[in-house]
DNA sequence: CATTAATGAGTGAACGTTCATTCTTATGTG
DNA sequence: CACATAAGAATGAACGTTCACTCATTAATG
């Protein structure tokens, strides 16, 4: 056994109790039990339950990342990389859907406002790409002329609502579906 | 002294409080304590906590749905419903802050699932309007052909990061911005 | 055998809720 | 009107529970 291996058990039962249930539907000693490793544990690999979770939220933005760049066509018309982000972001989500509700707990709690600000301030990864686009898009009178802040807000706003009906059973997201939702969120922000 | 008041001054201590720390950031005796009862003194007025989020809840969704349906233009076109409904409900937002992030809790916790299940089913107030727009939209083809509950995110989606973002402070939602912000939502899911 | 890893009972703080008691207001009586 | 009595409202200390976190002890490792 390596040394990472319940290191790794800690997170994904952290990751399974979180998504489904809360950040305080999910206390350190039931994170431990489904890790199936002892309460004290937890704290050999983690200092504390935040540093946990926002260790938690680091690792899953980094392969949501990963996941975007990894066929971004960067060498293709602004809609059309417009689109793949959002489409594979839907599929990403769809495919991971812990991972989503995860995100959206951690988005909606203390954690969560301080990423909220980098996140305009494009630090994030796969944010530069998108301010990229929304830049270009109305250098070229592509894109309706709304500051980045509205922009972003209106193409992925749906997406939220979206994910969310999807794993509670409310839509089935299926290929045409995804591709008539990206499109109407293309129609929101073009001129 | 009538004997609603201390019942009002808990609401709205109760509000105040978990719209901008949670409900877990709003325990019963800082409610009392900013209520200016005791804690004992909630529960004349409230079976238990859950009780009191859940009414204070829907007091706000009555005043929200009352404001909705106050102008609301049943004789005009399609569209220009649409545009008033969206438009208010910023507004009323940006007027009401506390609302806004209250509700945000509310629909972010185990409450708010049974609720949304509501939402969808048009149970809601008015939703029955918003269904009705969709519904006439779809028929005389001004819609997409778009399943509702995928219309409804798409047009309703934007405003809840808007919403956000605005009270924190990144984008100022003044009327030009919420005209050009309500046209786009109707240009998502316009034919 | 020395060092590191793992354990889980224990600890104290925080929370929702209760309830014996006190205070306030309303009602009855002469 | 003065006073006694009853009813209702308000109080806050106390209770039981839950939780994050600690640490003395045990097990594994090389």
């Given at each position: 056994?390596?040394?990472?291996?319940?290191?790794?058990?800690?997170?994904?039962?952290?990751l399974e109790l979180?998504a489904?249930?809360?950040?305080?539907?999910?206390?350190?000693?039931?994170?431990?039990?489904?890790?199936?490793?002892?309460?004290?544990?937890?704290?050999?690999?983690?200092?504390?339950?935040?540093?946990?979770?926002?260790?938690?939220?680091?690792?899953?933005?980094?392969?949501?990342?990963?996941?975007?760049?990894?066929?971004?066509?960067?060498?293709?018309?602004?809609?059309?990389?417009?689109?793949?982000?959002?489409?594979?972001?839907?599929?990403?989500?769809?495919?991971?859907?812990?991972?989503?509700?995860?995100?959206?707990?951690?988005?909606?709690?203390?954690?969560?406002?301080?990423?909220?600000?980098?996140?305009?301030?494009?630090?994030?990864?796969?944010?530069?790409?998108?301010?990229?686009?929304?830049?270009?898009?109305?250098?070229?009178?592509?894109?309706?002329?709304?500051?980045?802040?509205?922009?972003?807000?209106?193409?992925?706003?749906?997406?939220?609502?979206?994910?969310?009906?999807?794993?509670?059973?409310?839509?089935?997201?299926?290929?045409?579906?995804?591709?008539?939702?990206?499109?109407?969120?293309?129609?929101?922000?073009?001129?």
């Amino acid at each position: 056994m390596k040394i990472s291996d319940k290191r790794n058990d800690v997170m994904q039962a952290a990751l399974e109790l979180i998504a489904d249930q809360g950040f305080h539907g999910a206390p350190m000693a039931e994170i431990a039990e489904k890790a199936g490793v002892a309460t004290g544990t937890i704290y050999r690999y983690f200092e504390n339950k935040e540093v946990l979770i926002r260790e938690l939220h680091r690792e899953l933005e980094e392969k949501i990342s990963a996941t975007l760049r990894e066929g971004y066509p960067v060498e293709r018309p602004l809609r059309e990389r417009f689109l793949y982000l959002i489409r594979e972001l839907l599929r990403y989500f769809i495919t991971n859907p812990l991972h989503f509700r995860y995100m959206e707990q951690y988005f909606n709690s203390p954690y969560g406002i301080s990423m909220h600000r980098d996140r305009l301030l494009g630090k994030s990864g796969n944010h530069d790409i998108l301010m990229d686009i929304f830049e270009l898009g109305i250098q070229q009178q592509v894109l309706k002329e709304l500051p980045k802040a509205v922009l972003f807000p209106l193409a992925f706003g749906p997406l939220i609502i979206l994910m969310r009906d999807h794993i509670l059973g409310f839509v089935i997201l299926d290929d045409p579906l995804i591709k008539q939702i990206t499109e109407a969120c293309w129609d929101t922000i073009k001129r």
